[in-house]
C-alpha cells in the first residue's frame, strides 16, 4: 500500500518535479495544487496521507494553508518547502503545525528522507527550529 501525497507550489516546474520524484519512490500523488487556498479544499476532498506545500505563494500562503489544514484535522502531516532565505517563515510554519521542511532547490534525496521519516508510524517532529 503506498501512502498517498498532495503536492502544493505555485510553478507548475517544482510541482512536477516533486510529482516525479514520488511517484518514483512508489508514493501515490493523489492531487495538487497552486495555492494554499486550492490545497485546502484538496486536503478536505482528498484526505492525502501527506502535503508538500510552498510556504510562498499568491491567494493563500503556505502558512495560512497550513493552519487551515490543522483545523481541519489535527493529525495531518504537512512538510513545508522553503528557500534558504525564509527561515522566520519556515519556524512559523512548524508552529502551524508543519511537521518538517525541505530547503530549495532540493535533491530527490533529501525529500523522500524527510518524507519517509514523516510517514513513520510515530510521525513526531524531528526538525530543531533554533527556538
Not at 510541482?15 to 493523489?30: D, E, P
Not at 482528498?46 to 481541519?72: C, F, N, Q, W, Y
Amino acid at each position: 500500500m503506498s501512502s498517498t501525497v498532495l503536492v502544493v507550489d505555485d510553478i507548475p516546474f517544482v510541482r512536477k518535479t516533486l510529482i516525479q520524484i514520488l511517484s518514483n519512490a512508489g508514493y501515490k500523488v493523489v492531487g495538487e495544487a497552486q495555492n494554499g487556498e486550492e490545497a485546502v479544499q484538496q486536503f478536505k476532498r482528498l484526505r492525502p496521507a501527506l502535503v508538500t506545500m510552498d510556504l510562498v505563494m499568491p491567494v493563500m500562503s503556505g502558512i495560512e494553508a497550513t493552519r487551515h489544514i490543522m483545523k481541519e484535522d489535527k493529525s495531518a502531516r504537512v512538510v513545508v518547502l522553503s528557500a534558504m532565505a525564509q527561515e522566520h517563515l519556515v519556524t512559523e510554519a512548524i508552529h502551524a503545525g508543519a511537521r518538517d521542511y525541505i530547503l530549495k532547490p532540493f535533491q530527490s534525496q533529501d525529500v523522500l528522507k524527510v518524507i519517509a521519516h514523516i510517514l513513520e508510524p510515530d510521525g513526531e517532529p524531528k526538525s530543531k527550529t533554533g527556538s
